[in-house]
Every structure is written in structure tokens, then in C-alpha cells.
T-cell receptor
Framework: AQTVTQSQPEMSVQEAETVTLSCTYDTSENNYYLFWYKQPPSRQMILVIRQEAYKQQNATENRFSVNFQKAAKSFSLKISDSQLGDTAMYFCAFMKEAGAQKLVFGQGTRLTINP | EPEVTQTPSHQVTQMGQEVILRCVPISNHLYFYWYRQILGQKVEFLVSFYNNEISEKSEIFDDQFSVERPDGSNFTLKIRSTKLEDSAMYFC???????????????FGPGTRLTVL
């Protein structure tokens, strides 16, 4: 079974700083997908970024980028120029390749951006 | 932009009562999911649904739970006899399904907060 581990329960940075959230996972699959979801205080789950394991290039979405290390089974999220609206719980998630596959979530990291 | 919707946003019920949580997935999506999140904990998979049948279910999804797609737009989760430990946020999600070059991303609804007294 796949497992996802987020070792940082809480993080706090100043506005405009860069912050990196860690995620490691365990799987015997070769093809899979990885995601970061954001959960603000409203508790809605919002997709931040996704990465296909077969792609060597790290995904980027505006201020959000990932560092995907397949051999190390590591998938960290970097938030550049952090904003107050980035304050949220961030969940790393794993999904086997395609077709009604469940997401397996980590425990989450609570990120606070201070003014 | 299309989105997943869920009703109600908050449901309060007495232990032993039946509840039905409703979801309207994104219209062209083929795969549907339910997850739950007990307060302060991680999000847990309950069930996936495709082509009018359950694709996979977790051990949480016991005989007290059922899912249904009663028409072309709604997707429901029924809990027959609620327990105190069923109190949680329940999320519905949907995805297009595997397609060439796609990632089969799941998009979540805003959730239904279920409180069992």
C-alpha cells in the first residue's frame, strides 16, 4: 500500500519570503501522479499543482513549483513571494496511474504567512 | 469555470438517523469519489464510482454506507444509521477519467460538515 508522509506539522514565514514544504511517499509503482492540495480555513480542497512521475521536468504554476526526486521518493512544494492568502493547510497526495484511482493523502502541513 | 457542488453545507443529525449527502459532479466527468476528513486529521478515501458501480471502497465504507447516481447529474452518499464517529467533513470529488496526456485530476466540492449528536 502507498503511504505519504509530511514531516512538518506546522510552518510559519513572513510575507514575501519563500517557503518549502516537504513530502515523501512510498510506493512500488513506476507510473503515478503526485499532487499538492491547499485547504484554507473554509476547508475547501483546492488543487495547487500536479506532477506526473514519468516527467522529469518539475511542474510550476506561477509562484508554486515542485522539486520531484523520483529515486528519493520526494515531492516538495516551494512557494515563492508568499502572500497572506497562502495561509492554509497543505496536503500532499499520491495517485496510482489513471482510472478511478483513489488519492492517498499525507497528514498535512499548516502554513501561516505573517504580515 | 465548472465546479463540484455539494449540499447541504452543514448537516446535524441524531445518532441512529439516516443521512443523505448530495453532490453534483462536473458535467463531463466520469469518475466520482467520496472522501472524509475528521476534524484535525488527514483526508481519507471512502469510495470511487464509475459506470454506475463502485470501483473501489475502503474499510471505512462498511454496510452502513452506500452510494448512488440516481440521475445524470447527482451523486449521493447515504449513511444508514449514523454513529458519533461519523462526524466529519465529507468531500465529493470528480475527474474526467484517463485520457491521452491527461493526469486524471480530481476536483473537490466544498464539503458537507456532518455533525452527529
Amino acid at each position: 500500500a502507498q503511504t505519504v508522509t509530511q514531516s512538518q506539522p506546522e510552518m510559519s514565514v513572513q510575507e514575501a519570503e519563500t517557503v518549502t514544504l516537504s513530502c515523501t511517499y512510498d510506493t512500488s509503482e513506476n507510473n503515478y501522479y503526485l499532487f499538492w492540495y491547499k485547504q484554507p480555513p473554509s476547508r475547501q480542497m483546492i488543487l495547487v499543482i500536479r506532477q506526473e512521475a514519468y516527467k522529469q521536468q518539475n511542474a510550476t504554476e506561477n509562484r508554486f513549483s515542485v522539486n520531484f526526486q523520483k529515486a528519493a521518493k520526494s515531492f516538495s512544494l516551494k512557494i515563492s513571494d508568499s502572500q497572506l492568502g497562502d495561509t492554509a493547510m497543505y496536503f500532499c497526495a499520491f495517485m496510482k496511474e489513471a482510472g478511478a484511482q483513489k488519492l492517498v493523502f499525507g497528514q498535512g502541513t499548516r502554513l501561516t504567512i505573517n504580515p | 469555470e465548472p465546479e463540484v457542488t455539494q449540499t447541504p453545507s452543514h448537516q446535524v443529525t441524531q445518532m441512529g438517523q439516516e443521512v443523505i449527502l448530495r453532490c453534483v459532479p462536473i458535467s463531463n466527468h466520469l469518475y466520482f469519489y467520496w472522501y472524509r476528513q475528521i476534524l484535525g486529521q488527514k483526508v481519507e478515501f471512502l469510495v470511487s464510482f464509475y459506470n454506475n458501480e463502485i470501483s473501489e471502497k475502503s474499510e471505512i465504507f462498511d454496510d452502513q454506507f452506500s452510494v448512488e447516481r440516481p440521475d445524470g447529474s447527482n451523486f449521493t452518499l447515504k449513511i444508514r444509521s449514523t454513529k458519533l464517529e461519523d462526524s466529519a467533513m465529507y468531500f465529493c470529488a470528480s475527474s474526467e477519467g484517463p485520457r491521452s496526456g491527461g493526469t486524471d485530476t480530481q476536483y473537490f466540492g466544498p464539503g458537507t460538515r456532518l455533525t452527529v449528536l
